[in-house]
């Protein structure tokens, strides 16, 4: 696991930088980049050059990249709305947190990949985390379940949002626009699915227009509308 900056900072804090460039500055900098052209297009000598300054002058904020994109991330997160707890509606609640999220995510390109395989400790990231647990909670869901179920959500959210990232760059590499790369790879995986042996796949033969059909926005909502409906099932009250 990652060392999070949050936890480092407070243990070890920063002497006050010379430079004026601040922070936020070059995360904000920094998100700029990527809603355009991913984390692989972010760079402290890219960043630095916004500010007509060399990259040196940025390590007095920001320890490396892998800082840079906890940060950005955090500040993502801070984008998240949370709405004032209302009990009864928990389930609606957790819907809708977990679609902004989303939405959020898939606005910032590929930045969904800094969450994976890490723990988000920032300030803001735990908001929406706590929030989260909170509604549950609030439903009756027992609170280790709700704890692993914010969990596994967030874990959805930003893996689905990841993948899209990557579809966004296979139709920009396509040349092409999505509706027409979208259009293509669903007849060549209707046909070649029609084409499989019906003695080894039967149901992947038999049902391949159900297997491409749905757009992504649908497909996400089954998973989601999964989870979160699986969760009546450990509803103490």
């Known amino acids: 696991m990652k060392e999070s900056p949050f936890l480092r900072r407070a243990m070890n804090p920063q002497r006050p930088a010379k430079n ?26 890219r960043i630095a050059a916004e ?24 500040e993502v997160c801070g984008m998240i709305e949370i709405p004032a707890l209302d009990a009864p509606r928990w389930k609606e609640q957790v819907l809708w947190m977990a679609r902004e999220s989303h939405r959020i995510l898939l606005d910032h390109y590929d930045l969904a990949r800094t969450a994976l395989a890490t723990i988000p400790t920032g300030p803001n990231a735990l908001r929406a985390s706590d929030a989260m647990i909170g509604m549950m909670l609030a439903g009756g869901v027992p609170p280790q379940i709700a704890a692993w179920a914010m969990d596994r959500i967030f874990l959805y959210i930003t893996a689905d949002a990841y993948e899209m990232s990557i579809w966004r760059g296979a139709v920009t ?4 626009d999505r509706e027409s790369f979208v259009a293509q790879l669903d007849t060549d995986l209707v046909a070649y699915f029609e084409q499989v042996p019906a003695d080894l796949y039967p149901n992947i033969r038999k049902y391949a227009r159900e297997m491409v059909s749905g757009d992504a926005d649908a497909r996400f909502e089954l998973g989601l509308a999964m989870l979160v409906d699986g969760l009546d099932k450990y509803v103490t009250k």
Do not use: C, W
Not at 31 to 41: A, F, H, M, S, W
Not at 62 to 71: A, H, P
């Open 20 to 45: 004026p460039l601040g922070r936020d500055q070059i995360v904000q900098a920094a998100l700029r980049i990527v809603k355009t052209e991913g984390i692989d297009g972010v760079s402290m000598r």
């Open 51 to 74: 500010f007509d300054t060399g990259p040196s002058s940025l390590y007095a904020h920001v320890t490396n990249k892998d800082e840079l994109l906890q940060l950005m991330f955090d």
């Open 173 to 176: 590499e396509s040349g092409t």
